[in-house]
């Protein structure tokens, strides 16, 4: 498959997409000169729902070990406006120039506690395990380091024989957290503007 090809990977677990999330990155490979080639995986289980998009790469690009991919969860809304239009595509670029990977960080939801709402950031600290503070966040510069994120929005490196998989234990950080550890991913920070959304905007 041609080499100029960029997947864009969504594992959909409700049926729906961001509409304005896919244009973004559409437009941001187009103005790369380079071909975005869009892959949907749903079904129950957002685990099996990962690895049946690996699979999904895999067939699509035979013979390959890794590809660089566009990652995003379908309930990520990246807001469609000139300044993440450039920072997609600066940020792409100076990732394919020096084959780094890119997240962005994004609020999760925690739980409620006394009727209020609880959420963190998908940004976290490897040792003590602690999400980063929202000042944290504020002081990272564009393409500073980021010890572990969240996949709800990724680009770089995918290694088409990777088998997503939660360790089950009581501290476990998810699937998508572990795909960075396994890959040993050096990630860097994208500053997009991003909302979360799940039965209400986060």
Request: aromatic content about 14%; some cysteine.
């Amino acid at each position: 498959m041609n080499n100029n090809i960029v997947p864009i990977c969504c594992v959909n677990r409700d049926g729906k997409v961001a509409g304005p999330t896919l244009w973004l990155l559409t437009v941001a490979c187009i103005e790369l000169q380079r071909i975005p080639l869009y892959f949907s995986v749903s079904g129950t289980g957002f685990l099996k729902g990962l690895n049946s998009m690996v699979e999904s790469l895999k067939q699509a690009f035979p013979g390959r070990e890794t590809v660089r991919a566009i990652w995003f969860e379908e309930d990520i809304f990246i807001e469609p406006n000139e300044r993440n239009q450039n920072l997609l595509k600066q940020g792409f670029s100076k990732a394919d120039e020096n084959n780094w990977n890119l997240v962005s960080n994004y609020h999760l939801f925690m739980g409620t506690q006394n009727g209020q709402m609880k959420f963190t950031n998908s940004y976290f600290h490897k040792s003590p395990l602690m999400s980063y503070s929202d000042n944290d966040v504020r002081t990272l510069q564009p393409f500073d380091i980021v010890e572990m994120a969240g996949l709800g929005f990724y680009y770089g490196e995918v290694s088409l024989n990777y088998s997503f998989h939660e360790s089950g234990g009581v501290n476990d950080v998810g699937a998508d957290f572990w795909f960075h550890a396994d890959h040993n991913h050096t990630l860097r920070h994208l500053p997009l503007s991003i909302q979360h959304w799940k039965p209400v905007v986060f």
